[in-house]
């Protein structure tokens, strides 16, 4: 990765998975499941314990680990609605509003909501981009439910096409949706992608952005990229497969690019599951084969790391950079170069 390249973070979050937070059983599957992934995709030696990875991250702390530990430029969060397993939803609405009121220059904000809550959930999230500033909408279609589970679908023209054309009347262009990883015991059903087709085709001034594109539905993902200008592939956990299963990336990353393009991808690092900055190093490091009919050129890179998202929120790359470049974040990080991985949540800000 050129040294001078632009990092925007598709999708980050200052999670809440502390054990007040947890929402019964369900909570502890959530928690545990994730965290079976933390020493997989993080170097042994700097491994988070259960104990410190089970923690509620405060803004401060994020912040300082996404922009003096790593080469982030800009990060996109993504307030969730996970509230069958955590209290507040695992990342609240509070969080996401309070960075960027705080930091606007550094952070783009998806609003969130429990859709199956009708008017309520439509209200909540027209507060959240006409009071609170929010840019975006992430949706989350499955919930658990008593041992069941309820989930909605985006062609559903009563739960799910009301809030797409709220979006439009507020201006909101993107939409982003978990799909394709399912997380604890919830119904495979509820994160296929077919469904899709139907609200791109419907929407077609939405942009809809698959998240964890690939990691599960391949083949779906990569038809709906090709067929529909507006579907995009959030790499957030898919992009963790170049730390533990470079084999499975290369074909996940490869049929992506050969079907969807490399205007149609877009990086996530899903920290602070993993560490920014080992992901970022791992994929700068990463290859395709020397016979793909697309290769993983400099400039395909940086359409990944940065330019696909700045298009989608018609962000002038090189006025951001030039609006940042003497902002606290960037004053700590030109005077004592990057800190160590996880220092700031260990209470170490220490320089690496």
């Known amino acids: 990765m050129a040294s001078d390249q632009f990092v925007i973070d598709g999708i980050a979050h200052p999670y809440n998975f502390s054990e007040e937070n947890l929402n019964g059983r369900f909570g502890r599957i959530f928690n545990d499941i994730l965290y079976a992934f933390h020493p997989l995709i993080n170097p042994p030696e700097t491994v988070l314990s259960k104990d410190e990875w089970q923690h509620d991250w405060q803004n401060d702390e994020f912040m300082e680990t996404m922009f003096l530990e790593s080469d982030t430029d800009l990060v996109c969060v993504h307030s969730t609605p996970i509230y ?6 695992l990342v609240s609405i509070e969080k996401g509003a309070d960075l960027k009121r705080r930091y606007p220059d550094r952070t783009i904000w998806y609003a969130t909501a429990d859709v199956l809550q009708g008017e309520k959930a439509l209200e909540s999230l027209e507060y959240q981009v006409t009071e609170l500033g929010a840019d975006g909408i992430k949706l989350y279609p499955a919930q658990y439910y008593r041992g069941r589970t309820r989930y909605w679908k985006m ?6 096409f009301p809030v797409f054309e709220l979006a439009q009347e507020l201006g909101i262009k993107n939409i982003a949706v978990h799909k394709a ?8 059903d509820a994160l296929r992608v077919d469904d899709i087709g139907h609200a791109a085709g419907a929407f ?7 998240v964890h594109a690939g990691f599960m539905f391949l083949d779906e993902c990569k038809f709906l990229l090709l067929n529909y200008p507006n579907v995009y592939a959030t790499l ?11 084999e499975k990336f290369v074909r996940v990353l490869g049929d992506l690019l050969l079907y969807g393009g490399p205007d149609k991808l877009i990086y996530s690092s899903a920290a602070t599951v993993v560490h920014p900055q080992y992901l970022l190093e791992d994929f700068a490091e990463f290859q395709m084969p020397e016979d793909f009919q697309v290769p993983l050129t400099d400039e395909v890179r940086a359409k990944i790391l940065a330019e696909n998202f700045a298009r989608l929120h018609d962000i002038d790359i090189e006025a951001r950079k030039s609006k940042i470049s003497d902002d606290e974040f960037a004053q700590k990080r ?17 320089t690496a």
């Open 236 to 246: 957030e956990s898919t992009i963790l497969f170049c730390q533990f299963d470079r």
């Open 334 to 350: 030109n005077g004592n170069g990057l800190r160590e991985p996880w220092s700031t949540l260990r209470g170490r800000a220490v």
């Open 204 to 210: 077609p001034d939405l942009n809809f952005q698959i």
């Open 84 to 89: 069958d397993a955590y209290h507040d939803g």
């Open 155 to 160: 062609d559903d023209y009563t739960v799910a």
């Open 181 to 188: 990883q399912p997380i604890g015991p919830v119904a495979t």
